[in-house]
């Protein structure tokens, strides 16, 4: 049996870093929301119980260091399933890019692996099994409009934002999430409008949201990788509005409105920045 499964990155509304955990984590509270630009992951069943991966990347591994070899693995044992798996990867998300690649592949893998062996498991017990596998999991495993907080686990859905475009640019670089949160120091954080953001989704009020987009990653980044900044002066410049790095970085991406004027925008943007995508909210 062949299986399908979309993996659709997300992008940051708000990113909260509010305390450091005695475990080495950190309490975050984060509003996420899936965006137009996906993976897409196919499960075939093997007859033997083993896990295989294959993906054509340079940048990505294809044995069990992969989340989506991770994510399979983690069903098996947590269920005793002794049933294999071939999963093919094919990646549209740019990798380490702050949109959640890794983890919507687990997260699809989770999802699609409960259907293929009919293991009836609920989704927040899935999202629970995701949270052992990486902050964002658990987001993704839901998808769409949500507030991710405690470290990433605890998930409460929102409305979805506005319709509008977004603008999505990416630098030639890769950042680790880990080496952005070992840089944190907490007290120095001002909190995000979380809040604020929570408040534009109930009302629909688009330019409420622009207003209270939020990351305290970003300072972080920037100072790593000016170009970020840089980025996001020319994506504000040319007319996008609630302009914001994504996760760790070092995505930046814009909101639009209209079409015609997010196209314009785009191909601006593409005349500074090597990889920029025009796409939409999956709210
Ligand atoms: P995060 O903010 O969660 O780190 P990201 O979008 O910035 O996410 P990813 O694209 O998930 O970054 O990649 C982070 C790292 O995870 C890379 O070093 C990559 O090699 C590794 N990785 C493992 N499995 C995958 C996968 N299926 N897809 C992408 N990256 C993967």
């Known amino acids: 049996m062949v299986l399908y499964e979309k993996a659709p990155a997300k992008i940051n509304l708000s990113l909260d870093v509010l305390s450091k955990r005695d475990d080495g984590y950190h309490n975050v509270e984060m509003i996420m929301t899936s965006i137009d630009l996906s993976d897409r992951i196919e499960l075939f069943e093997l007859n033997q119980d083993r896990i295989e991966i294959s993906l054509e990347s340079r940048f990505v591994p294809s044995d069990e260091r992969n989340l989506a070899y991770k994510a399979a693995d983690a069903i098996k044992r947590k269920y005793g399933i002794r049933r294999g798996v071939h999963i093919k990867i094919e990646k549209s998300i740019p990798v380490s890019a702050g949109l959640g690649g890794g983890s919507t592949d687990a997260a699809a893998v989770l999802r699609g692996l409960n259907r293929l062996w009919s293991l009836h498991i609920p989704m927040d017990e899935l999202a629970n099994l995701g949270a052992t596998l990486g902050t964002d999991v658990?987001?993704?495993?839901?998808?769409?409009?949500?507030?991710?907080?405690?470290?990433?686990?605890?998930?409460?859905?929102?409305?979805?934002?506005?319709?509008?475009?977004?603008?999505?640019?990416?630098?030639?670089?890769?950042?680790?999430?880990?080496?952005?949160?070992?840089?944190?120091?907490?007290?120095?954080?001002?909190?995000?409008?979380?809040?604020g953001v929570i408040q534009a989704l109930r009302a629909n009020d688009f330019e409420l949201l622009c207003r209270s987009t939020g990351n305290n990653l970003e300072a972080i980044t920037v100072q790593l990788y000016p170009?970020?900044?840089?980025?996001?002066?020319?994506?504000?410049?040319?007319?996008?509005?609630?302009?914001?790095?994504?996760?760790?970085?070092?995505?930046?991406?814009?909101?639009?409105?209209?079409?015609?004027?997010?196209?314009?925008?785009?191909?601006?943007?593409?005349?500074?920045?090597?990889?920029?995508?025009?796409?939409?909210?999956?709210?």
Not at 227 to 245: T, Y
Not at 277 to 282: D, G, I
């Open 227 to 283: 170009e970020v900044q840089r980025i996001k002066d020319a994506m504000r410049q040319a007319g996008a509005s609630g302009v914001l790095m994504s996760g760790s970085g070092p995505t930046v991406y814009g909101l639009v409105e209209q079409e015609s004027k997010a196209k314009r925008i785009y191909n601006g943007m593409r005349g500074f920045c090597d990889e920029v995508y025009f796409v939409r909210l999956l709210g």
């Open 138 to 195: 658990p987001f993704c495993v839901y998808g769409k409009t949500a507030l991710a907080s405690g470290r990433g686990e605890v998930i409460n859905a929102l409305p979805a934002p506005p319709p509008c475009w977004v603008i999505l640019a990416k630098p030639d670089i890769g950042v680790s999430s880990r080496t952005i949160f070992q840089r944190i120091i907490v007290d120095e954080l001002a909190h995000q409008q979380t809040q």
